[in-house]
């Protein structure tokens, strides 16, 4: 039986444009599709859906209920277990009042509002919802449990290390009060489960071997500049999973002047870091971007951080180097018994390949 993992679609009208609504939209029917065409039976979705907490626009619930109605009344047998994350929370300590429920008027959609174990394709999987304490609601799960196997978790909570903006290097500073003393909430706390992927942080990153964050399916931000997007499916009876690409959403870039004409910016969002930002050509460069190459939106920002140009390089040069990671990350890992370098560094080049628009 094979499952689709997705979360962190944060729907919502945002960067003043409905268009940015039906980009989100979009997103939730290639969910439903790959769901589909991959022979799902499940899609698990990690967490926050929708983007506002307290309220949401009736356009958004409108068109996100008319995506699940057409899918679910097409294909019952697809069936879809909803994870309660931060934004879908209209209290930040009580799961129970959220956003998805009424989703459950399909009779396939099921919402996980609290720690639990559900038996999916013959695996005890289990599911923890966005806490600020993960440490005993996991102590509580595994309390509760009467299966002893751990094959699988699915979250949605914050890790301290983890990184909160992949563009600019920031790190979570995540540490609770527990027992008798403060305590980092990091990685090691789902080392009983041979595999916890996690929603929560937009950007997709390994925190160790067994634990990675999925991150949003498509850009949701500049802070998202230069990411790959990507749901993934997961094969319940091998535990194997592999991504699938989001290659059509619009992108956010973050570049300077001189690089316009170095990418295909049709749809896109994008930031030019100036040196000066009272510069009259700005005028002429933001009606260029807006009435010939269709941007959805443009910005300016001063040149103010150092690094910030360097850490964009970084970034970008994430598109170039791509080999080189991978094989340096092969040297520093080791290759397992059994598999060969080359194997590694063609498999590693197809999950992460990124096609460039220069």
Sequence with gaps: MKALLATDLHIHSHKRSVDRLTNCLEVLDWIF???????????????????????????????????????????KNIKV????????????????????????????????????????GGRNIDFLP???????????????????????????????????NTLYGTTADVVIEHDTGMVPVDASIFDDWERTFLGHYHGAQNLNDKVEYLGSPLQLSYGEAFQQKHIAVIDLDTMQHEYVINDFSPKHF??????????????????????????????????DLME????????????????????IDEARSIL???????????????????????????????IFSIEVEL
Excluded at 293 to 303: A, G, P, T
């Design 130 to 164: 966005f806490t600020e304490d993960p440490i005993k609601e996991l102590i509580q799960l595994k309390k509760s449990r009467v299966a002893t196997d751990f094959p699988l978790l699915l979250g949605h909570v914050a890790v301290h290390g983890a990184m909160l």
């Design 33 to 75: 599709d790959t769901a589909k065409t991959r022979n799902c039976e499940y899609i698990l979705f990690l967490g926050d859906l929708f983007q506002d907490r307290s309220k949401i626009d009736v356009m958004v619930y409108l068109r996100t209920f008319e995506v699940f109605m057409k899918h679910l009344n097409l294909n």
């Design 292 to 311: 010939n190459k269709k941007v959805s939106s443009i910005d300016f920002k001063k040149q103010e951080r150092p690094q910030e140009e360097l850490k």
């Design 81 to 120: 277990v909803m994870l309660i994350g931060n934004h879908d929370m209209y209290h930040r300590e009580y799961w129970d009042v959220n956003s998805v429920k009424p989703l459950t008027a399909f009779d396939n959609v099921q919402i996980v509002d609290k720690p639990t174990t559900l038996n999916i």
């Design 254 to 287: 973050i570049i300077n002047k001189n690089e316009i004409n170095n990418y295909d910016l049709k749809g896109a969002f994008v930031r030019i870091v100036v040196d000066d930002i009272s510069n009259k050509d700005l005028v002429d460069i933001k009606f």
């Design 320 to 350: 170039f180097k791509q080999d080189e990671m991978l094989e340096k990350w092969i040297e520093e890992k080791g290759v397992p018994a059994g598999l060969f370098k080359d194997k590694l560094l063609e498999i590693g080049n197809k």
